[in-house]
T-cell receptor, first 116, second 115 residues
Framework: GAVVSQHPSWVICKSGTSVKIECRSL??????MFWYRQFPKQSLMLMAT?????????EQGVEKDKFLINHASLTLSTLTVTSAHPEDSSFYIC????????????FGEGSRLTVL | AQSVAQPEDQVNVAEGNPLTVKCTYS??????LFWYVQYPNRGLQFLLK??????LVKGSYGFEAEFNKSQTSFHLKKPSALVSDSALYFC?????????????FGKGTTLSVSS
């Protein structure tokens, strides 16, 4: 099946620094990727829709300047958490729907961000 | 707007017994429904989906789900639970199958299977 790779899987950083998380579709092209955030024992909250070659669409309440999303190619989207603070600590999951087929959503393994 | 409700935070069953994890949805138009499972500190694994066709959908690891349009439900079931089925289960819905449309997830239900 289709594979979505996410890197890094675990990152610890100091408060005030920026962290970049990559999401790659390894064997299919994804014009659209999605970024979710998950708090412990809670559901996945959609943060933004990443569109290849254009600006991301953010959900209400998500700070665009805090969570920078770039979708540079049909197989790569990046999420940069800028000037990270402890409250940004979370599990970030990316996903992509294959252009063809039944619309199944493929997920990365997630990236756990811990801000000290 | 589309939404998904998983009314149970936790479901406890004994190994070998049947299990049901409940899900109801709200969407305008035809729903596209999914079940995913998540193990600790891992991403989501796809279990099954309903797009169209038979209301009873069979998926991975012996799971199945029944689409009930009149009750707007899509409950996940398994005839005989295993301890290894213990995990967090998410129901999700999309209003269409377009690649640009995200899935909206329920809050999740923790399944605990005791030996």
């Amino acid at each position: 099946g289709a594979v979505v790779s996410q890197h890094p899987s675990w990152v610890i950083c100091k408060s005030g620094t920026s962290v970049k998380i990559e999401c790659r579709s390894l064997d299919f092209q994804a014009t659209t990727m999605f970024w979710y955030r998950q708090f412990p024992k809670q559901s996945l909250m959609l943060m933004a829709t990443s569109n290849e070659g254009s600006k991301a669409t953010y959900e209400q309440g998500v700070e665009k300047d805090k969570f920078l999303i770039n979708h540079a190619s049909l197989t790569l989207s990046t999420l940069t958490v800028t000037s990270a603070h402890p409250e940004d600590s979370s599990f970030y999951i990316c996903s992509a729907r294959a252009v063809a087929g039944t619309g199944e959503l493929f997920f990365g393994e997630g990236s756990r961000l811990t801000v000290l | 707007a589309q939404s998904v409700a998983q009314p149970e935070d936790q479901v406890n069953v004994a190994e070998g017994n049947p299990l049901t994890v409940k899900c109801t949805y709200s969407v305008s138009g035809n729903p596209y429904l999914f079940w995913y499972v998540q193990y600790p500190n891992r991403g989501l694994q796809f279990l099954l989906k309903y797009i169209t066709g038979d209301n009873l959908v069979k998926g991975s690891y012996g799971f199945e789900a029944e689409f009930n349009k009149s009750q707007t439900s899509f409950h996940l079931k398994k005839p005989s639970a295993l301890v290894s089925d213990s995990a967090l289960y998410f129901c999700a819905v999309s209003a269409d199958r377009e690649p640009r449309t995200a899935l909206i997830f329920g809050k999740g239900t923790t399944l605990s299977v005791s030996s």
